[in-house]
């Protein structure tokens, strides 16, 4: 089936119901989700009668491969990408054309202009995004690939950790792991956080070893074009709990009461999840779960989001979002606490929407003995 066809029919049907009948693509992942090209430096021209890809000659026979059915343009290399998309737009005598606000500046949009004088450009934001967070068939099976990728990767990472690991080495050993894998890459720089640490959402890795502390935070996940995104919580299997004489983290809190808190949580916002649910809906799930545990203060961020092409995709899950769930979505549940001083407990996985509710994606066990 070719899924790029149908998709640009479906971005043009919608640009024509608010009178527009073409847009000139130069985000280069709508360029990749529209035409399956995977090159960058490349705009993508779609119009009433086909598309164009516009790239160069370090492109040209990988743009054929990937794009056999599309026209495609070459330019030279005396011009560049957007002088050449101004005169595919003049050749095909675009009298009005629309362009991806959010991703051509101003600059872009008047190289353009130097060569298709004839044209009326009009912004128009989120076209690309709002089909995008549909998934069909194929970016289904490609993000349950992703999952699986980085859950091989995570039994090599636990398989291999030691008591003199930094955040800094196991970082770099879950990307390298990652890759052998199977993967491109990861997903984004996964977070490795050790003991108290783990209370910073985003920590940055440091030379903290995985000895001194009693617990480990990891979040992480794989590019294979699609990509995934899990984090796991638990027990390092080499540092001691922390005492009121040892208080390398915060006495006072218990993982495996706050582990079970955030695993309700996670439960009660999947439990949630089926089609025209608004996605804010989801997150309050969630919330009244770690409200009414007692750590309301202590969970910072929203419920979730989507993931596809890029690792933060609509919807978003979230108090303030305006986003309506559908059947075809992927999304991360991802509740969290985070107590400074202690640390935090994060659960992730990702689910897909049906019409029914939710199926979840990855497979990797739950418990604060995921290492043992």
Known sequence: ?????????????????????AILVTNPVSVTYLCGFTGDSSFLFVHAKGATLITDDRYAQQAEAECPA???????????TPQAAGEILAKHGAKSCTVEADHCSLALLGAIQTNATKTTFVPVTGQVELLRMLKDASEVEHIRSAVRVAERAFVMFKSMLRESDTEKDMVDA?????????????????????????ALPHAQPTSRRLGETSKLLVDFGADIGYKS???????SPFGTAPTRRNKQERVGYN??????????????????????????D?????????????YSEYFTHGTGHGIGLEIHELP???????????????????????????????IEDDYLVTRDGAVCLTTLPKDVTVLS
């Not at 998709?7 to 009178?19: E, F, H, I, T």
């Open 1 to 21: 089936m070719d899924y790029a066809s149908q998709r640009r029919a479906s971005l043009l049907k919608n640009l024509k119901k608010d009178g527009h009948d």
């Open 70 to 80: 599309l026209e495609l343009h070459v330019r030279p290399h005396s011009k560049t």
């Open 174 to 198: 879950l990307e390298c792991f990652v890759r052998r894998a199977g993967g491109k890459g990861a997903s984004f720089p996964p977070i490795v956080a050790v003991g108290d640490r783990g």
């Open 229 to 235: 995104d899990i984090t796991r919580t638990f027990r």
């Open 255 to 280: 993982l495996e009461e706050l582990q079970a808190v955030v695993v309700a949580a996670q439960t009660a916002a999947v439990a949630a999840i089926r089609p025209e649910v608004p996605a804010r």
């Open 282 to 294: 989801v997150d309050t799930a969630a919330r009244k779960v770690i409200e009414k545990a007692g």
């Open 316 to 346: 978003r899950i979230r108090q303030n979002s305006d986003d309506v769930l559908d059947a075809g979505m992927v999304v991360t549940i991802e509740p969290g606490i985070y107590i400074p001083g202690w640390g935090g407990v994060r």
